[in-house]
């Protein structure tokens, strides 16, 4: 009898054991902000999966400055330029894919969700040199603020904040007449 449940439950681990194939998303992701800047810019954090899902978000100047004015949130829709995209590829993804005007037809997307709503918040610092006197680069904070990502019929949600990353400018020096 002992020999019949341990091949039971020996039947049904292998039964329902994955090949490991997955399409969905994971949510762990490199801690790197990568950007890419064009009329737009688009910032994106690579998956921990071998680089085959990005988080993808979408800003202007008016949100990215080298300024530390305050900055509103801005609302995330499927019909605006601030945008949050999460995408799974069948295979690895790298920067080409972001940063080219029309993105190349390799790798393929495999699950796109869409930001339907929600807020990007964002915190442009300036960043000083050593000495405290000249202001070298700003650093930008952007935050994910209750953000709802639709696939189909399929929803996920960033409850609360979520810190999508930090990354730098530089302040490029003004040169005189």
């Given at each position: 009898?002992?020999?019949?449940?341990?091949?039971?439950f020996?039947?049904?681990?292998?039964?329902?054991?994955?090949?490991?194939?997955?399409?969905?998303?994971?949510?762990?992701?490199?801690?790197?902000?990568?950007?890419?800047?064009?009329?737009?810019?688009?910032?994106?954090?690579?998956?921990?999966?071998?680089?085959?899902?990005?988080?993808?978000?979408?800003?202007?100047?008016?949100?990215?400055?080298?300024?530390?004015?305050?900055?509103?949130?801005?609302?995330?829709?499927?019909?605006?330029?601030?945008?949050?995209?999460?995408?799974?590829?069948?295979?690895?993804?790298?920067?080409?894919?972001?940063?080219?005007?029309?993105?190349?037809?390799e790798?393929?997307?495999?699950?796109?969700?869409?930001g339907?709503?929600?807020?990007?918040?964002?915190?442009?610092?300036?960043?000083?040199?050593?000495?405290?006197?000249?202001?070298?680069?700003?650093?930008?904070?952007?935050?994910?603020?209750?953000?709802?990502?639709?696939?189909?019929?399929?929803?996920?949600?960033?409850?609360?904040?979520?810190?999508?990353?930090?990354?730098?400018?530089?302040?490029?020096?003004?040169?005189?007449?």
């Amino acid at each position: 009898m002992k020999y019949s449940y341990l091949l039971i439950f020996l039947l049904f681990f292998s039964v329902s054991c994955s090949d490991g194939d997955t399409d969905i998303a994971g949510f762990e992701f490199e801690e790197t902000v990568n950007v890419c800047k064009s009329d737009v810019y688009t910032l994106y954090r690579l998956g921990n999966n071998g680089h085959r899902e990005a988080l993808i978000v979408t800003l202007t100047d008016k949100e990215i400055k080298q300024s530390e004015d305050p900055v509103l949130p801005v609302n995330v829709s499927l019909n605006s330029v601030y945008s949050v995209t999460d995408r799974v590829f069948d295979k690895e993804v790298t920067s080409s894919y972001f940063c080219s005007v029309i993105p190349p037809a390799e790798p393929k997307v495999v699950k796109d969700w869409r930001g339907v709503s929600g807020k990007i918040l964002i915190k442009n610092e300036a960043v000083y040199n050593e000495d405290q006197t000249e202001i070298i680069a700003y650093k930008h904070k952007i935050v994910l603020n209750d953000v709802v990502l639709e696939s189909g019929s399929e929803t996920l949600i960033f409850n609360d904040t979520y810190l999508f990353g930090v990354f730098e400018t530089v302040v490029i020096p003004e040169v005189g007449p």
